[in-house]
């Protein structure tokens, strides 16, 4: 078994035991890079230096000579980052995201900076100034996104775990097309400092890992108070070390009603059915919840939201102070004007407009307003539920992984795809994206949504289910 | 058929930089006369990832102004997001409170044309960071005509409060004793030292104009004003403006004009300004304020100067002109108020102080904070002054030479060979005789009573005068010498 | 109510964007897609609805005022292509 292959768990277990050192780690993940890289196209930038530099600190925390990637729109101190848009230039960031701080004093290794759709606005991780990234277990297909880099690079075995961000399922679904875990904690538990926004008060970062556990091990890192991010909830009481004999015995596990008549891909569809029986062996109750509303207009709510929200975020690209330039405009209008146009990729471009038309005077009351009202309602439907149950069953996406290129035209079909994902944003919840095993060569994920600050139940929860699905193998398609 | 008549209808918005070490959602500090950019993190910067972080000491600068307003504290207020582009501005918006402020509903009272009191009424002040300053390259320094401008953002994120009156100001002289008395209440609160020469007050105005025949004219927003002067002349321009051209039956139209002080006129903007509707700011959660922390900040609140000027009136019997210029400067207050607490008398160290201690403070420029003599000091001074221990003159004499050699009354009286309580007795008599023998010519014609006009007597009374150094009483001198001379 | 072209390309303007006419009939369409399906909430009665700030009741955190001075302003400035000594330069303000 080469080094690579190990997972986080096991790998940290080894580094401590000094059955291999942090060298024979990095120059393991680098040869598993330079092999598959090249079909698979995960990074936007690499950073081997930065990582030989990191191993000679001698670090000796819990993640002490762990290679990672960071999604490129979380900030790292004089290396570049780019959020996959041209606009960002050859920006170096003068400061590190919080989470990263956090990773780096842990001792995890940079590799690099990865791919992901254009300021996370995306679901295939081709909507990105850097070319796509490919599906680690089909080349043909898409790794998801936005976070598709991040779910690419830990799927092939680059990394044991990434970091990557969700904003309506950024994480998830991702996770989902690569076979691999990945969890969008609750809003609040992870610092956003450092992280470029998209949907400010929807995002979240989160890590991609091989199992459960190891999803645990990053968490009980990453989740730290930070004062810088003033949505970041103090002296939270997150315990992510359980994992021997952890039960669902007892535990309420529902569907959702109005989901039910919703089309799923036949793989998913199975791997529902399995799923509900895996937790029906281990003794938890399945039961049914009512989200009318959530099924209804979420996807509207989300992207009045996240589009109001991205639009006020993208107004300090303009060219003054970093990023992409020009240095002959005649006035300063003229000067943003092209630095804008040029910068931006077209979806990010409708995406502004869409925002900055929602929020003017004569539009604002019928929709960015009535969206903020729209999400109380769905955070109050969601608390409801809870009540009812522990914790939601639902697919992460209803579709498997589509080809690349095969997307629609029509993008707000492509919403709709979200309808799974993005209402949990809207209601601050943690989700969890599982593998359930394979349809043909396709690895199938699902999701677990549970109330907020639930992440510690819900990552047991996947840990019991783990035990019968088995944990995902390291996708070999990218090697040349 | 009647002379028209036009009543002016006057709104005028404030920017007031509040006082704090660091700046309003960053820990960069607030020195605006650092070196250009240097005073600069990723958060004023609006670097991509950053995050703004409340500062407390601001939240509670803008409660104090609030209640030097007579504004009501909100137990929740919110931070919105106000779009434009403008190379100053680095996030591409403005954090601000204005759709829901952290105080409402106040009001500052002026003397309108008739002299009687009026209140303007406070809208509400709101808290919001300030953009950075631009510095142009036309050889005037102004906008116009710079075909580049040059962008020092330390100022980027100073925390300000907006204060937004009711359109209840009818004339640019209510305008001026509105900001005027605003003023002063809000340095006497302590949330700002509002250094008007340092830029930490700025002005707009909304004038419109109300014609006897039921025309109403559209409002028109001027900007640009940094001074009271500025503010005074801006509203008098745009009042003769809109008022000739109702009178010509012509249309006023809705728009922002600019304040040119040089050229002393408003003009209109070619500067497209975007309205929207602000997005709540997704990076800070509401802002709450307790019952309990309310009532803390109104205990910390000082006595407003109107108030205080009427207890010097009242309790010390103070001219009111004099009560009215003292509290004009909270920190001159202090200083008359620590002096008269050390016993001084009030009407007299009032006077010390409107005419000496103000007097060197010029000469030297020097804030009364950092006067050399203190207050409790110059009370010893007074005292001794109306004591008559020593004469006025020499109590200024001491005065100076404290002022220059920060030294103690007595060491100044010694310094200067005073002696206190005067010459008198037997050391006159002492210099008495002196003089006499020095003069015995003068003495002669005397006696011979060859001074009819008492010339030669007053030319040997100022000789005493100059030997005791002025520290004989006149009155003695002459009286000494009538019998010396006999 | 379907905005058309020209005003979809105002709204580009005001958040400086100039746009082909490819993008524009793309904006266009995705806008009045949108809109269409924003549309949906006058379906439901949110007349006495909060609007949403945050997902629970959280108090703003206070920071004390401490000045803590960023350790790399000059990197900041490094990072523009528009510095001059130590200002940021940039063209014309005011339009013609």
Sequence with gaps: MELYELNLYHLTEGLKAKKFSPEEVYESCKKRIDSCEENIHAFITRTDEVAKSQLNENNSGTLAGVPTVLKDNLCTKGIRTTAASKILGNWRPPYNASAWNYLRDAGAILMGKVNMDEFAMGNTCGNSAFGATRNPNDLSRVPGGSSGGSAAAVSAGYVPFALGSDTGGSIRQPAAYCGVYGLKPTYGMVSRYGLISYGSSLDQIGPFARTVRDLQLVMSVIAHYDPMDSSCFREKNYDFTHHENVSIKGKKFALVKEFQDFSLDPGIERAMKKTQEILQEEGAELVEVSLPVVSKYAVACYYALAMSEAHTNLERYDGVRLGYTVKDAAGIKEMFERVRSYGFGSEVKSRIIAGTCLTEPQRCEQYYVAATKVRTLIAQEFAKAFTQTDFILQPASPEMPPLIGSQDDDAMKGYQADLYTLPVNLAGLPGLSFFTGYYGDLPVGLQLIGPRWSDPAILEAGLVIERHTGTPEIANEGVK | ?486 | MKLTSEQVNDIALESRLLLTEQELAGATRYINNFLEILDSFKELDLTDVEPFSFAEVLECPLREDKVAAFPDAEAILHESEHVDGSYFKVPRIMEE
Aim: charged residues 25%; contains cysteine.
């Design chain 2, 1 to 486: 058929m009647a002379e028209l008549t036009f009543t002016p209808v006057i709104g005028i918005e404030i920017h007031i930089r509040l006082k704090s070490d660091s700046k309003i959602f960053c820990s960069c500090s607030t020195n605006t006369d650092a070196p250009a950019n240097t005073n600069i993190c990723p958060v004023c910067m609006g670097l991509p990832g950053s995050l703004p972080h409340l500062n407390h000491r601001v939240v509670e600068q803008g409660m104090l102004a609030g209640l030097a307003l007579n504004c009501g504290i909100r137990p929740k207020s919110l931070f919105f997001r106000k779009s434009y582009f403008y190379p100053d501005l680095p996030k591409g918006h403005q954090i601000s409170q204005c759709d829901l402020p952290i105080t409402t509903e106040g009001y500052i009272e002026v003397h309108d044309a008739e002299g009687n009191l009026k209140k303007i009424r406070v809208h509400h002040l709101h808290l919001e960071e300030d953009v950075g300053s631009l510095h142009h390259s036309a050889s005037d320094g102004r906008l116009e005509g710079a075909d580049t401008s040059y962008v020092d953002y330390n100022r980027s994120g100073t925390p300000l409060a907006e204060i937004v009156s009711e359109p209840d100001v009818a004339s640019a002289a209510e305008a001026v004793e509105y900001v005027t008395t605003l003023r002063r209440r809000v340095i006497y609160s302590g949330a700002s030292d509002v250094e008007l020469e340092k830029g930490m007050m700025r002005f707009d105005a909304n004038v419109s104009m109300k014609c006897s025949d039921g025309r109403w004219g559209h409002k028109v927003e001027v900007k640009n004003m940094n001074s009271f002067k500025a503010l005074e002349r801006a509203i008098e321009f745009e009042i003769k403006r809109q008022k000739k051209i109702m009178l010509s039956g012509g249309e006023v139209i809705q728009e922002t004009r600019h304040w040119n002080d040089a050229k002393g006129v408003t003009t209109g903007s070619r500067l497209k300004e975007f309205y929207r509707k602000f997005i709540v700011e997704p990076d800070l959660p509401p802002l709450f304020i307790s019952q309990e922390w309310i009532d803390r900040m109104k205990a910390r609140m000082p006595e407003m100067p109107d108030v205080r000027a009427n207890r010097y009136v009242n309790e010390m019997n103070l001219p009111r002109e004099v009560a009215d210029f003292i509290t004009d400067d909270k920190n001159l207050a202090d200083y008359f108020e620590s002096c008269v607490k050390a016993g001084a008398n009030p009407v007299r160290a009032a006077h010390w102080v409107r005419t000496e201690v103000l007097r060197v403070m010029n000469e030297k420029q020097l804030k009364i904070q950092n006067f050399m003599i203190k207050p409790e000091v110059l009370a010893g001074l007074v005292t001794r002054v109306e004591e008559g221990k020593l004469s006025t003159t020499q109590g200024k004499e001491v005065f100076d030479y404290m002022c220059s050699n920060n030294c103690s009354v007595d060491d100044a009286v010694n310094k200067l060979g005073i002696t206190e309580g005067g010459v008198a007795g037997s050391a006159l008599d002492e210099i008495i005789k002196s003089v006499l023998a020095a003069n015995p010519d003068v003495l002669n014609e005397i006696k011979s009573g060859l001074d009819k006009k008492g010339k030669k007597l007053k030319f040997l009374q100022g000789l005493v005068m100059k030997e005791s150094k002025g520290q004989a009483k006149p009155q003695e001198v002459a009286e000494a010498i009538a019998q010396a001379v006999k």
